[in-house]
């Protein structure tokens, strides 16, 4: 926050000592009404506001780092748990048709992100795009709402490493340390999870494009291991269960829940496409961003998109559709589908523990240049807003998340895995969903009509009517 200081007029920061702060608190009313409708500029955003962080971030990446940031962005666990839900309880096998359905929208969407990226290359994302659009006062509940879900969603998605990594090396214990004296549910430390965080903070504070080809390796060891499940898939499966039900009460058919089952279930899996966001936060160190950035986003959602079809579609031949297990639809069809295949189910565990690496790995990048850019914004304390002079890095900002992921999973502090899970799941639908009604406005505030707002309009005619489904 920027505070005039009495009798000089000149601007400064209201923690840049204790008395300025305090001073910043007894002016808050008239602060928050001078502040929280105050619209930034495009301009503002990458020249006044970005020389705050002392040093640039380095233009390193490309049209294909960016693809593999989104790839390894959005196919984490997720989809690993989704598919069998929406599978088994809300499209059957026509859960084919939903994955489409989700893709369209996370496309569409990922236009708007491309559109804004390319006008305005920031590292701030949906935070910059609505201060810019609504203000400050939604820009700063935006960006609080995105820390928040990134750090209980990394706290969620690190404890499961350690949960799929044991199942991979066929370990039955949970390889976490009880603390005696503690509740239940609040008394246990992920060690590997800890470690896990830590050398992936050194990671991206040591360099961004480091960082890329670290996410590239494990993203095609993880793409490969998604290759083998579904030509597994298609090999061992059999085309009748696409149409045919194991129990004569569930329906028949491609679509037994009809077309509202479809849509339902596209509402269920569009969570599986979270992570192409985070990919909108490197524009400021890309190397050409109007022609990298339009290709990156956009086409590791087409990508995506084709891997999650072939995945359902592969998993819907292996089991008819109330057979599959909800909570873990592929190594449930091989343990129970495939006599002799069981041991593909290890497989699927290594494949998953790679796809949260790599999801782990771009959220973290992500969440630190949310946090660079509020800090910018002087919302927090400016000091979040540093880029290291050597690395060209915001270390600030990610050492510090680096270190609060940890202190919210080693233990159960304020929250069981469940709760983290509907927590964080709640979180994105509704930040989601904000961000589908703020391009609305940015159509109505432009003049133009081109393509882009085109696709705009339509995205959130289809995302809003699949999001009123849940």
């Not at 990394?154 to 340390?177: D, E, H, P, Q, W």
């Not at 998604?226 to 045919?244: D, S």
């Not at 890309?286 to 995506?304: A, Q, R, T």
């Not at 233990?411 to 509704?430: D, G, M, R």
Request: aromatic content about 14%; glycine content about 8%.
């Amino acid at each position: 926050m920027e505070n005039q200081i009495s009798g000089t007029g000149t601007s400064s920061s209201s923690f840049s000592s204790l008395r300025t702060y305090f001073q910043a608190v007894s002016d808050t009313p008239y602060r928050l009404g001078r502040r929280a409708w105050s619209i930034s500029t495009s301009f503002e955003e990458t020249s006044r506001v970005k020389s705050r962080s002392g040093s640039d971030m380095k233009r390193t990446l490309r049209w294909y780092d960016l693809v593999g940031l989104g790839i390894g962005g959005m196919v984490g666990a997720g989809v690993f748990v989704t598919s069998g839900t929406a599978s088994h309880s809300y499209a059957g096998p026509a859960v084919v048709l939903s994955y489409a359905i989700a893709g369209l929208c996370a496309l569409l969407s990922a236009f708007c992100y491309t559109e804004f990226a390319v006008d305005m290359p920031v590292a701030g994302g949906a935070f910059s795009y609505i201060r810019v659009t609504f203000g400050e006062f939604l820009a700063f509940l935006t960006g609080a709402n995105l820390i928040i879900d990134y750090v209980l969603s990394n706290a969620a998605v690190a404890r499961s490493f350690t949960t799929y990594f044991a199942t991979a090396m066929g370990i039955s214990t949970k390889l976490r340390f009880t603390i005696d004296g503690l509740p239940n549910g609040f008394n246990e430390i992920d060690f590997l999870a800890v470690a896990l965080v830590l050398i992936l903070t050194l990671v991206i504070c040591y360099s961004t494009r480091e960082s890329s080809w670290l996410n590239m390796v494990l993203t095609a060891l993880h793409i490969m291991f998604i290759l083998f499940i579904i030509v597994m898939g298609f090999w061992k499966g059999k085309w009748k269960n696409l149409t045919e039900a194991s129990d004569p009460e569930f329906a028949d058919g491609f679509f037994p829940y009809g077309a509202s089952g479809v849509f339902n279930g596209a509402a269920m899996v569009y969570l599986s496409y979270i992570g192409y966001d985070a990919v909108s936060t490197m524009a400021e160190e890309v190397k050409n961003p109007v022609k990298d950035i339009p290709v990156g986003v956009s086409g590791s959602v087409i990508l995506v998109t084709v891997l999650y079809c072939l995945m359902a579609a592969s998993m819907s031949m292996l089991l008819p559709y109330d057979m599959i297990d909800p909570e873990a639809p592929f190594s449930g069809a091989f343990r129970g589908g495939s006599d002799g295949w069981k041991w593909v189910s290890n497989v699927i565990g290594v494949g998953a523990s790679f796809g949260i690496l790599t999801s782990l790995l771009v959220a973290m990048l992500g969440q630190a240049r949310y946090m660079c850019v509020i800090g910018r914004s002087r919302v927090v304390p400016e000091w979040f807003a540093k880029v290291h002079a050597r690395t060209s890095t915001p270390v600030n900002a990610s050492a510090f998340l680096g270190i609060f992921d940890n202190i919210s999973f080693s233990f159960y502090l304020l929250f069981s895995p469940k709760k983290i899970k509907n927590t964080t799941s709640v979180q994105k639908k509704e930040i989601s969903t904000h961000r589908v009604f703020k391009f609305v406005l940015k159509i109505v505030q432009n003049s133009k009509f081109n393509v882009d707002y085109f696709c705009g309009f339509f995205f959130f005619l289809l995302f809003f009517f699949i999001h009123c489904s849940i």
